[in-house]
């Protein structure tokens, strides 16, 4: 067969689990990868004739391990091996290897191997930018171009990354049940930053960024796979999937955000939604709720609704309450103050977000937020102010244009005056 | 005789299908079950959403409901075709030219003990 691609899905998919059981045997993340790496040549030597072994990921973990064990073997007579129990299992049969490698070592090698990605000296971008290149297996290149930036400069950043990993102290017993959701929490948050690097992307690049959002649902999956009952994973997973089907409808040709008001919704991808939709009510069956799945309540909401004014306000209203219950943020209620300015009128919005001015007086979103509701009062000059002030502030070419919209209407249409869409789908990341 | 013929695979595998890769496979799936379409012989065509979204309900006085199933097996039921076939060998081959489109995975040859039509049933 010429077609290799399924080798690579194959190998792909079983690469955190192989390259974090040669993560536990070595101890060492370089040892891991070339033995990973020569593994895969291998395969790929012995699978278009072969056809695929019963269980891929043991095949590799197998090989791996010889050939790391040889390696350690030539390179140092006098570097310390792995015990002799592991060593004599080198014998042992694929059969044997996967009924081992099975159940609970594999969550939590697999857990390790993302958490230790997310070490704290390392900035975010950086924990993500090594987490695809060990789990994901993203080359260097394919990582620099998703982060727009230089193959060189990325390949540096990775090689410090790495060194940062590996020098600090190692956590290669098993975890606790604390340790271990711990953990998890720390990765679904980098996930989640993964996703985002992704989502937020507006402009030309936008289609060059978008791997980053498929690959964070790829690993938030296998996450779900190794946690298949924590309500936040699927919370997670079901947040991404509903944000990730109106990719194709959020930005415009010129790869502007569209306001989620505005979205053609025909061009929602549906099949993400239903995925998502029976997962975030399957997750809010344990009653165990936190950020992800309210988050992704927040999103099920806007998905359920066909057209933007079937969207069921008070409910969106309910959920952030909750959201400001669980992690109070000034942006939280900004943003529940849309959902109030919906429901109760601009008035009580502009009473809500009183409170807020101080904390988000450097907030983009604040200002325009805040010129729509007092143009809906009638309070234009007001709202000239506020929007003059979101334009100073504005991140990007793209909202001050919307802005500057804002003002256009203002200044022409004085007489018949359209409802002005609220700026609220770009950055809080909890609506768009 | 009615047959289901059932798609088993590695989900995650799949998952990491490249788009043109999926979009293919499903094409040659779709181009094979034609001609027994236009026979009048083919009956529903499912595929299924990822085994992380199923539930299972126990059964017993008071159901239980539960996250999953678990399945400790490497290969998740991904999909499945009904067909009416005349033999059991023309439901084989059908199973092993659909099975031919991809390398990895099987498919499960199954024939019906019964098949109620959701409108005869209403």
């Known amino acids: 067969m010429s077609d290799l691609r399924w080798i690579d899905a194959a190998l792909t998919s079983a690469r955190p689990q192989v390259v974090a059981a040669l993560l536990r045997y070595f101890g060492d993340l370089d040892t891991a990868e070339e033995a990973f790496q020569e593994a895969c040549l291998r395969a790929l030597k012995s699978w278009p004739d072969k056809g695929p072994p019963r269980d891929p990921a043991a095949w590799l973990i197998f090989v791996g391990r010889n050939f790391g064990v040889d390696q350690i073997r030539k390179t140092s007579r006098q570097t310390v091996l792995p015990d002799e129990q592991h060593l004599s299992d080198l014998e042992d049969r694929e059969a044997d290897m996967a009924e081992r490698l099975d159940n609970s070592h594999y969550r939590d090698d697999v857990l390790r191997l993302l958490f230790i990605c997310c070490h704290p000296d390392l900035p975010a971008t950086q924990q993500i930018a090594l987490a695809l290149r060990i789990v994901s297996g993203m080359t260097v290149k394919e990582i620099a171009r998703a982060f727009l930036v230089g193959e060189a400069a990325m390949e540096q950043r990775i090689t410090r990354a790495k060194r940062i990993v590996s020098s600090a102290g190692r956590e290669f017993e098993t975890p606790n049940a604390t340790d271990r959701m711990e953990r998890l929490g720390v990765v679904a948050a980098m996930l989640y930053l993964l996703f985002n690097e992704g989502y937020s992307a507006t402009g030309g690049n936008a289609h060059v960024r978008a791997p980053l959002c498929v690959e964070a649902i790829r690993l938030t999956r296998l996450l779900l796979r190794l946690f298949p009952a924590e309500p936040e994973v699927m919370g997670l997973l079901a947040l991404m999937l509903l944000q990730h089907a109106r990719t194709t409808a959020r930005l415009d040709a010129s790869g502007e955000i569209v306001l989620l008001e505005d979205q053609d919704r025909t061009r929602w991808d549906q099949t993400l939604i239903n995925e998502g939709l029976v997962l975030i009510d399957k997750a809010l069956r344990h009653a165990r709720p936190g950020s992800y799945q309210i988050q992704a309540a927040l999103a099920a909401a806007h998905a359920r609704a066909a057209r933007a004014e079937d969207t069921n306000w008070g409910e969106i209203d309910r959920l952030y309450g909750l959201l400001e219950r669980i992690q109070p943020s000034p942006v939280i209620t900004l943003n529940r103050s849309v959902a109030i300015s919906k429901t109760q009128g601009a008035e009580a919005a502009l009473v809500m977000i009183k409170p807020l001015e101080k904390a988000l007086d450097g907030y983009f979103h604040f200002h325009g937020v805040k010129g729509a509701y007092l143009l809906q009062v009638g309070k234009s000059a007001e709202a000239r102010r506020s929007f003059d002030r979101a334009i100073a502030l504005a991140n990007t070419p793209a909202e001050a244009a919307h802005i500057r919209q804002h003002i256009d209407r203002l200044q022409n249409a004085n007489r018949t005056e359209k409802p002005l869409e609220l700026p609220a789908t770009g950055r809080p990341r909890t609506t768009s | ?122």
């Open chain 2, 1 to 122: 005789m009615q047959y289901a013929i059932l798609c088993y695979d590695d989900e995650a595998v799949i998952e990491s299908w490249p788009d043109a890769k999926l979009d293919e496979v499903i094409g040659k799936h779709q181009a094979a079950t034609k001609p027994i379409a236009k026979r009048g012989k083919l009956g529903p065509v499912l595929r299924l959403l990822p085994t992380s979204t199923a539930m299972t309900v126990r059964s017993g006085d008071k159901p239980v409901v539960l996250d999953g199933p678990f399945a400790e097996t490497k290969e998740q039921l991904l999909g499945l075709w009904i067909i009416d076939a005349d033999t059991h060998d023309e439901a084989l081959a059908l199973a092993a030219e659909l099975a031919g489109h991809k390398e990895t995975g099987s498919m499960e040859v199954r024939p019906l003990l019964m098949f109620m039509d959701g409108k005869a049933a209403s």
